[in-house]
């Protein structure tokens, strides 16, 4: 069983909108900090926003303003909204759940801005 799953990627024009949904099973999940990595092509992955499992959070300076994190620990599942987006958002974006030791990674999701 894959603890994390992502979804909602997609083409998406510049200045469109999406929401990636990162839903977990098999874990405790309220007990996790969860992270969305992007990797963009011929590029390193990077740390594009992060929430604590007290619900802080924190932005890459690229994406502040325009994404959101959230989770509904109900749901077992962390939310990126993305908004505005720009052609240089366009990366496969993976979620990742942290807890000490235990660190778990989803599948990815491809989100492509284009016009």
């Known amino acids: 069983q894959v603890p994390l799953v992502e979804s909602g990627g997609g083409l998406v024009q510049p200045g469109g909108s999406l929401r990636l949904s990162c839903a977990a099973s098999?874990?405790?999940?309220?007990?996790?900090?969860v992270n969305w990595y992007r990797q963009a092509p011929g590029k390193e992955r990077e740390l594009a926003a992060t929430?604590?499992?007290?619900?802080?959070?924190n932005y890459e300076n690229s994406v502040k303003g325009r994404f959101t994190i959230s989770r509904d620990n109900a749901k077992n599942t962390a939310y990126l909204q993305m908004n505005n987006l720009k052609p240089e958002d366009t990366a496969v974006y993976y979620c990742?759940?942290?807890?000490?030791?235990?660190?778990?990674w989803g599948q990815g999701t491809q989100v492509t801005v284009s016009s």
């Open positions: 098999g874990i405790n999940f309220n007990i996790y900090n």
């Open positions: 990742n759940a942290r807890f000490i030791r235990n660190d778990y």
């Open positions: 929430i604590t499992s007290t619900g802080s959070t």
